[in-house]
């Protein structure tokens, strides 16, 4: 079992970067597909990003494309997710999330989920 914990959110304005962070334990991080989601009230958690276990390969939503970009360091055991030329439509809490297969992390149905860090960018 994981435990994920989630930091680096924000107040920024439009076209800020802003760098957030994902620290597991419990397990290596390699062990996982590993993502970030996010949600907005009154919506369904929405799929941003996520890496395969290998770490070799990405996916992305087209919303983020080219903005967003996901990483992580198996030596601190952190995910990351650098997110650039924000929107204010970028605004919600960000959650990362875990899994075994990333199948399920495209389809937002992760087995362990962090507990989420509010972004919100001003226009």
């Known amino acids: 079992q994981v435990q994920l914990v989630e930091s680096g959110g924000g107040l920024v304005q439009a076209g800020d970067s802003l760098r957030l962070s994902c620290a597991a334990s419990?397990?290596?991080?390699?062990?996982?597909?590993m993502g970030w989601f996010r949600q907005t009230p009154g919506k369904e958690r929405e799929f941003v990003a996520a890496?395969?276990?290998?770490?070799?390969?990405?996916y992305y939503a087209d919303s983020v494309k080219g903005r967003f970009t996901i990483s992580r360091d198996v030596a601190t055991n952190t995910l990351y997710l650098q997110m650039n030329s924000l929107k204010p439509e970028d605004t919600a809490v960000y959650y990362c999330?875990?899994?075994?297969?990333?199948?399920?992390?495209?389809?937002?149905?992760?087995?362990?989920w962090g507990q989420g860090t509010q972004v919100t960018v001003s226009s």
């Open positions: 419990g397990r290596a991080l390699s062990t996982y597909a």
């Open positions: 890496v395969r276990r290998s770490g070799s390969i990405t």
């Open positions: 999330a875990a899994n075994l297969d990333v199948a399920a992390l495209l389809r937002v149905v992760p087995d362990y």
